[in-house]
Each structure stands twice: as structure tokens, then as C-alpha cells.
């Protein structure tokens, strides 16, 4: 065996060059074999060589799924809280800036849940939309639709397609068991701060008390807001005397209102279809919405829809003032 003759020469003092002659091997081969497998870095041992070396070859290609324990437990934790794997990974770049080990791309958090091995612990349950695979989703078409004072999404300003000014909000209603209870929501663009208040029956009058009471706390910031064409939405025009435009989406076009179709899919998770929420309390529904909005996005650098809407308001105040 090699090893054995690597022993007893070197005992005998010869060179690493000469060891390597008489194996037929190259010199670096024989210099690398004695730095990796020495007792202690100091003898060269065969036993101890050829256990070293057995050792590090039954470990080879047996990487942990989620690249090591630490990001395992980092990423596990997360997932069960409903975070999205592209939300684990940028949130993980902001928490562990200096540590380069605790890094993961959001593909192979994907991959891990998705695999025939890992797939039996159902970790897809806790995904946004909880599906078995990844789908993609199409609008459907559109046909006009009449309200009092409405304005078209198509003539609303640059500046808020944009999605660069602060105080420009989504609304919309998710209704609750045979179409009576629900809630009403508000989603503002740039930050993605999230707001939901209970409405007790949906309809026009009901939902501009909510609006307005969503919007009390901040009213000197919201600039518009752009609905749906519900029922519950064509008093909307009480909004201007407060100075807040209103904007109407084409009919079945969900996708002109991403952000609020995105969070209410998000609400959803808490309060599925057919939900009673006259058996709900606006507690249990701050609770669930505290926890969205405490959540990292991708689109804010990941950083979560509280942070940046604080920031952002507090911001604006100061400017406010400013000027008075």
C-alpha cells in the first residue's frame, strides 16, 4: 500500500521529490497526501492517513439541504411565519451583512420544499398562496361600467403609475360568508402598508365611514386612492371633500391593482373564503395584519411595509410643518 511505503520512508528521511520517483507519482501529489493526512500536522502515520482520508470521503457530496444547520433553523423558522423563500434570503442579507455563510438563494429554498425527499413535510403550506406548484396567473376581459363621478385609471397621473410619491393608496373589499359581512382594505403603493378595518354590511355608506377611519390618523398625507367597481364604492366621491382623488380600475382587471389583490390574497390566508366575520373582532384582524405589515419585501430592499411607511410619514410631517 502507498501509504505504508510514504511511512516508512519518510521515517527513513527521504525527500518528498524521491518518494514521489520511486511511486511514479508527481511530487505535489505526495506533498499534498502528507499535508492533509499528518498526525497533528507533525507525523506521518499510515493508519491514522488512511482513516483521515475514509472519513473525508464518506462526508463528500452529503452538503446539507439548506447549505448548513445555522440557515436551516434561520430559514425553517421563517417559512412557518409565512414568509416568502425570496423574502428569507433578502431579509437574511440585511440581518447577516458581514457573515457571508448565511446567505441562501431563494431557489434553493424552493428546491428544498419542492423535492421528492423534503415534499412529505408539506413546508408549501405555508407559502403565500400554499400551492403544491408555482402557477402562473392571467386577467381577464374587460366591459365598461357606470359610477357616479368616476374617473378612469387610465387618466390617473404619471406620478402615481409611477409608484414614486408617497400617499397613494389601493382599496377594495373582501367579503365574508353569503356576501354580507367583510372587510374593507387599503394598501398604499410605495411603502405597502397595509390597513384593514371590519364593515359590517358592504355597501356605499358603510365603506366611506371605514375609509375615512383608515385614513384619520394620516389624513394630511393621502393623496388618492384607486378602487375596484363594487357596489360598495360609489359613494367614493366624499372622498374628494377630504382631498383625496379617487380612481376607478377597468372591470375585471385585477392586475391594475397589484398591490391590494396581492395583500387581500395575503389576508385571505388568515380569514379563507366564506369566512363569517361578524364572528371576527377587529382585535384578531390587527393582529393578522401586524404581522403582514411586519413582514421584509423584495421591492423594499427588504425591509418590512412598517418600517418604510413610518419613515416615509414621519418624513412627510417634518416637510409639512416646515412649510407652515
Known amino acids: 500500500m502507498e501509504r505504508d511505503k510514504i511511512a516508512v520512508w519518510k521515517s527513513e528521511g527521504l525527500s518528498n521529490k524521491e518518494i514521489a520517483k520511486r511511486l511514479g507519482?508527481?511530487?505535489?501529489?505526495?506533498?499534498?497526501?502528507?499535508?492533509?493526512?499528518?498526525?497533528?500536522?507533525?507525523?506521518?502515520?499510515?493508519?491514522?492517513?488512511?482513516?483521515?482520508?475514509?472519513?473525508?470521503?464518506?462526508?463528500?457530496?452529503?452538503?446539507?439541504?439548506?447549505?448548513?444547520?445555522?440557515?436551516?433553523?434561520?430559514?425553517?423558522?421563517?417559512?412557518?411565519?409565512?414568509?416568502?423563500?425570496?423574502?428569507?434570503?433578502?431579509?437574511?442579507?440585511?440581518?447577516?451583512?458581514?457573515?457571508?455563510?448565511?446567505?441562501?438563494?431563494?431557489?434553493?429554498?424552493?428546491?428544498?420544499?419542492?423535492?421528492?425527499?423534503?415534499?412529505?413535510?408539506?413546508?408549501?403550506?405555508?407559502?403565500?398562496?400554499?400551492?403544491?406548484?408555482?402557477?402562473?396567473?392571467?386577467?381577464?376581459?374587460?366591459?365598461?361600467?357606470?359610477?357616479?363621478?368616476?374617473?378612469?385609471?387610465?387618466?390617473?397621473?404619471?406620478i402615481i403609475n409611477s409608484n414614486i410619491e408617497f400617499g397613494h393608496f389601493e382599496g377594495d373589499s373582501v367579503e365574508g360568508l353569503n356576501h354580507k359581512s367583510g372587510v374593507h382594505t387599503e394598501v398604499e403603493r410605495l411603502t405597502r402598508m397595509f390597513f384593514v378595518k371590519k364593515v359590517e354590511v358592504i355597501d356605499s355608506d358603510k365603506t366611506v365611514s371605514v375609509q375615512e377611519e383608515i385614513f384619520c390618523d394620516f389624513k394630511e398625507v393621502v393623496k388618492s386612492t384607486t378602487l375596484d367597481n363594487g357596489r360598495e364604492n360609489h359613494l367614493h366621491y366624499k372622498l374628494n371633500k377630504l382631498g383625496i382623488k379617487t380612481y376607478f380600475a377597468d372591470p375585471y382587471s385585477s392586475w391594475q391593482r397589484g398591490s391590494s389583490e396581492y395583500h387581500n390574497s395575503l389576508l385571505r390566508r388568515y380569514f379563507p373564503k366564506k369566512t363569517d366575520f361578524s364572528k371576527v373582532t377587529q382585535e384578531d384582524i390587527d393582529e393578522c395584519v401586524w404581522e403582514i405589515n411586519n413582514t421584509p419585501r423584495k421591492c423594499l430592499g427588504y425591509f418590512t411595509p412598517n418600517e418604510v411607511f413610518l419613515s416615509k410619514l414621519n418624513n412627510q410631517r417634518v416637510a409639512i410643518q416646515s412649510r407652515m
Open 25 to 158: 507519482r508527481d511530487c505535489s501529489t505526495v506533498g499534498r497526501e502528507i499535508t492533509r493526512n499528518s498526525f497533528k500536522g507533525e507525523y506521518y502515520v499510515a493508519i491514522h492517513a488512511q482513516n483521515v482520508s475514509s472519513c473525508r470521503k464518506s462526508s463528500a457530496g452529503k452538503r446539507h439541504p439548506l447549505k448548513n444547520k445555522e440557515v436551516f433553523e434561520w430559514v425553517i423558522k421563517r417559512i412557518v411565519r409565512g414568509w416568502s423563500p425570496e423574502q428569507i434570503s433578502g431579509r437574511m442579507k440585511l440581518v447577516f451583512k458581514d457573515n457571508l455563510k448565511m446567505r441562501i438563494c431563494p431557489e434553493t429554498i424552493y428546491s428544498f420544499v419542492y423535492s421528492k425527499e423534503h415534499k412529505h413535510r408539506k413546508f408549501w403550506e405555508y407559502f403565500p398562496r400554499g400551492h403544491k406548484k408555482r402557477k402562473h396567473w392571467h386577467g381577464r376581459k374587460v366591459h365598461k361600467s357606470h359610477i357616479r363621478h368616476r374617473i378612469s385609471i387610465h387618466e390617473r397621473p404619471e
